[in-house]
């Protein structure tokens, strides 16, 4: 009983917080803008995504890569030039634009060479806005976990990891998430991992720290639930993120302890229906935790798969 209450309690507390958070209204406003894009209305959801960003201290690499994307299908090449200059100035390298099936026609325009003239002094933008510190250790971290995956020594590889938590942990005592804001994305040319696990520069995502986080025994429970709600609503942490790890928490999925009677998960119960995670057949309540946390609905999932398919788009970038 005491347990069912702890849950209950905790199932108030998010929905208490999240009342307040902007960054919710933010992926509400994401969804709402892909719904516009699956229905191709495209003019409609370039002004969405306008005045969406335009209230937004910090706007997700993903997202002015899907809006930059948009523009070209509404023919707002300005637009166009005007999200992918952000994004160069968040990290985002220029010759992934390039591979970008849609941005065929627009890297043959003045726009975008005069974007390629200034890659560097973006370069430099995005650096001087992270922790470059930060940035360069959990690429460390990351090659050191990765490589030690394959090793015949389990016993590396567990410390490794618990090395690495422990650090992610110790930093949320400050920060709220060690996140693509405050550590940059992924940059598979420093400290490349010989084998297994390479990171792609493409996925415009942080993928060094939420690795860690899925093998490791439990961290929602362990690190607060509370700690993780507030990284959400800062905008520190990707809604698919936290689906992925709870996924992962909840159904002992690649835990350091094969013992599922040890380290237990305490986790409120919520349906996204994500890898790895429980399943429901009552899609309206798995849409309506999904919608708690700013995730889109299943159906407009499946439909933005057709739509990228159609108009050869990319929507998915890394665990976003």
């Known amino acids: ?8 309690l905790l199932s108030l ?47 997700f690499l993903k997202d002015l890569l899907i809006a930059a994307q948009i523009a070209v299908l509404s023919e707002q090449p300005e637009k166009t030039t005007q999200w992918l200059e952000r994004a160069l100035k968040k990290g985002y390298q220029c010759d992934c634009i390039t591979r970008m099936p849609v941005f065929e026609k627009y890297i043959e325009t003045k726009a975008w060479q005069h974007l390629l003239d200034q890659s560097e002094e973006f370069k430099a933008d995005y650096y001087s806005s992270i922790q470059l510190q930060w940035h360069r250790e959990f690429h ?9 995956k394959t090793a015949s020594d ?5 410390s490794i990891v618990s090395n690495n938590y422990q650090r992610i942990k110790v930093l949320m005592d400050s920060v709220p998430f060690p996140s693509e804001r405050i550590v940059g994305i992924d940059n598979e040319m420093l400290f490349p991992s010989q084998n297994g696990g390479k990171l ?6 942080n993928s060094k720290v939420i690795p860690t986080l899925l093998h490791y025994d439990n961290p929602i429970t362990d690190i607060g639930w509370d700690k993780f ?18 996924s992962f928490e909840s159904n002992y999925v690649s835990r350091l302890n094969a013992n ?8 409120p119960q919520y349906y996204f229906q994500f890898p790895f995670g ?40 890394g665990y976003q």
């Open 1 to 8: 009983m005491k347990y069912w209450f702890s849950l209950c």
């Open 13 to 59: 507390t998010i929905s208490a917080a999240f009342s307040q958070s902007n960054y919710l209204h933010y992926h509400q406003g994401i969804n709402q803008t892909e719904a516009l894009i699956v229905e191709e209305q495209f003019s409609e959801a370039v002004r969405a995504y306008d005045s969406l960003f335009a209230e937004y201290e910090y706007v």
């Open 140 to 148: 460390q971290r990351y090659k050191r976990e990765q490589e030690s």
């Open 154 to 158: 389990r016993s590396a590889y567990i």
């Open 200 to 205: 792609s520069n493409c996925d415009a995502a």
């Open 229 to 246: 709600v507030a990284a959400l609503q800062s905008g520190h942490l990707h809604p698919n993120q936290f689906a992925t790890i709870y």
């Open 260 to 267: 599922k009677n040890i380290n237990r998960p305490e986790l």
């Open 278 to 317: 429980k399943k429901s057949k009552d899609l309206e309540k798995v849409n309506r935790h999904r919608a708690q946390f700013g995730i889109c609905s299943i159906e407009l999932s499946e439909k933005k798969k057709l739509i990228c398919r159609k108009y050869r788009l990319r929507m998915r970038f």
